[in-house]
């Protein structure tokens, strides 16, 4: 990012400045991990494309490069995965509902200051690779 974030991270920096224990978390999905996309077992291999994996492999992306950029300020930087959760998005085919998908989500936002920063994990703080 060389010192660019991304346009709405970069409209929220002063308020995120401000806020001790300050955090961003992104919303990924396991189907972007490159490392596991690279693993011919890998269940969700099949499904790796240009759209939606490929969109959360760059979501991952950035949140490592948000994470490198802003440690220094203090402000953490993480991705997590809700899993296969009931939404529009695969017409309510999901196993997980709306509020277990929620789990790591806020798990992670409440890690506070002493928590981790630039990782990708998922419910129970399992990590993902990138």
């Given amino acids: 990012m060389g010192g660019r974030p991304t346009?709405?991270?970069?409209?929220?920096?002063?308020?995120?400045?401000?806020?001790?224990?300050?955090c961003i978390v992104n919303v990924s999905s396991g189907v972007g991990s490159?490392?596991?996309?690279?693993?011919?077992?890998?269940?969700?291999?099949?499904?790796?494309?240009?759209?939606?994996?490929?969109?959360?492999?760059?979501?991952?992306a950035l949140t490592v490069a948000m994470a490198i950029e802003l440690e220094s300020e203090g402000i953490?930087?993480?991705?997590?995965?809700?899993?296969?959760?009931?939404t529009n998005l695969n017409g309510y085919a999901g196993t997980e509902t709306v509020e277990q998908g929620a789990r790591e989500a806020v798990r992670v936002a409440l890690l506070g200051p002493d928590g981790p920063?630039?990782?990708?994990?998922?419910?129970?703080?399992?990590?993902i690779p990138w």
Avoid: H, M, Q
């Fill in 7 to 22: 346009c709405r991270v970069k409209a929220t920096l002063p308020i995120l400045r401000e806020t001790p224990g300050a």
């Fill in 34 to 60: 490159l490392t596991a996309n690279s693993d011919p077992a890998f269940a969700y291999r099949a499904i790796f494309g240009p759209v939606y994996p490929a969109s959360k492999t760059a979501l991952n």
């Fill in 76 to 86: 953490k930087v993480n991705a997590v995965s809700p899993g296969f959760t009931k």
């Fill in 117 to 127: 920063t630039g990782k990708f994990t998922r419910w129970e703080n399992e990590t």
